[in-house]
């Protein structure tokens, strides 16, 4: 079975940094990108960026680029996704899904990560 | 950035049947990029619906279907039931190679 498991809940305050995980199993973590989606209280779905583990290619959405690293550890099947220095703006649900070539859309996903930024 | 563009809101009542446009551009939906629909439930993650314009993943109802056609995309309800409501979202890429979500429509049963 296909499984997409995420770190727990995480309260942090501005200036710190994170780092959160999605471990994948039931299936080649190296044969399938995984991405990073966010979603902010009561708003949409945006898209944050993609890794393919295999080989570590990485894609961001321009609003994201510089914002957020996103990694992977193929020897752990897990991905991360890390901000260096939180800001308020960043509270939100962050999700992590599997696509199985990259623009075939994301079959799998994992319970999601609440992470709350606040002083 | 690009943007695809939901009507924010349907609804309809049970058994009638529903559509939801997601309206791109020739940078993403037109440039050839497939369109993929997700269905979240409240406090729910998203859920894959729709891929690839128009095929459904093992398990979901033959009631949820999807077009393309240019740069727009369509999902539609048929034989809505008080099940389907939730938040529905349409997916493509753009000509860089980055992802785009649609802004998003809540499907209401009345």
Same mark, same amino acid.
């Given at each position: 079975e296909v499984q997409l498991v995420q770190s727990g809940a995480e309260?942090?305050?501005?200036g710190e940094s994170l780092k959160i995980s999605c471990k994948g199993s039931g299936y080649s973590f190296t044969s399938y990108w995984i991405g990073w989606v966010r979603q902010m209280p009561g708003k949409g779905l945006?898209?944050?960026?993609?890794?393919?583990?295999?080989?570590?290619?990485t894609r961001y959405s321009p609003s994201f680029q510089g914002q957020v690293t996103i990694s992977a550890d193929k020897s752990i099947s897990t991905a991360y996704l890390q901000w260096s220095s939180l800001k308020a703006s960043d509270t939100a649900m962050?999700?992590?899904?599997?696509?199985p070539k990259l623009t075939t859309g994301f079959d799998y996903w994992g319970q999601g990560t609440l992470v709350t930024v606040s002083s | 950035q690009s943007v695809l563009t939901q009507p924010p809101s349907v609804s309809g009542a049970?058994?009638?049947?529903v559509t939801i446009s997601c309206t791109g $551009?020739? =940078?993403?939906?037109? &440039?050839?990029?497939?369109?993929h629909w997700y269905q979240q439930l409240p406090g729910t993650a998203p859920k894959l619906l729709i891929y690839g314009n128009s095929n459904r993943p093992s398990g979901v109802p033959d009631r949820f279907s999807? $077009?393309? =056609?240019?740069?727009? &995309?369509?999902?539609a309800i048929t034989g809505l039931q008080a099940e389907d409501e939730a938040d529905y979202y349409c997916?493509?890429?753009d000509s860089s190679l980055s992802g785009l979500f649609g802004t998003g429509t809540k499907v209401t049963v009345l």
């Amino acid at each position: 079975e296909v499984q997409l498991v995420q770190s727990g809940a995480e309260v942090k305050k501005p200036g710190e940094s994170l780092k959160i995980s999605c471990k994948g199993s039931g299936y080649s973590f190296t044969s399938y990108w995984i991405g990073w989606v966010r979603q902010m209280p009561g708003k949409g779905l945006e898209w944050m960026g993609i890794i393919y583990p295999g080989d570590s290619d990485t894609r961001y959405s321009p609003s994201f680029q510089g914002q957020v690293t996103i990694s992977a550890d193929k020897s752990i099947s897990t991905a991360y996704l890390q901000w260096s220095s939180l800001k308020a703006s960043d509270t939100a649900m962050y999700y992590c899904a599997r696509d199985p070539k990259l623009t075939t859309g994301f079959d799998y996903w994992g319970q999601g990560t609440l992470v709350t930024v606040s002083s | 950035q690009s943007v695809l563009t939901q009507p924010p809101s349907v609804s309809g009542a049970p058994g009638q049947r529903v559509t939801i446009s997601c309206t791109g $551009s020739s =940078s993403n939906i037109g &440039a050839g990029y497939d369109v993929h629909w997700y269905q979240q439930l409240p406090g729910t993650a998203p859920k894959l619906l729709i891929y690839g314009n128009s095929n459904r993943p093992s398990g979901v109802p033959d009631r949820f279907s999807g $077009s393309k =056609s240019g740069t727009s &995309a369509s999902l539609a309800i048929t034989g809505l039931q008080a099940e389907d409501e939730a938040d529905y979202y349409c997916q493509s890429y753009d000509s860089s190679l980055s992802g785009l979500f649609g802004t998003g429509t809540k499907v209401t049963v009345l």
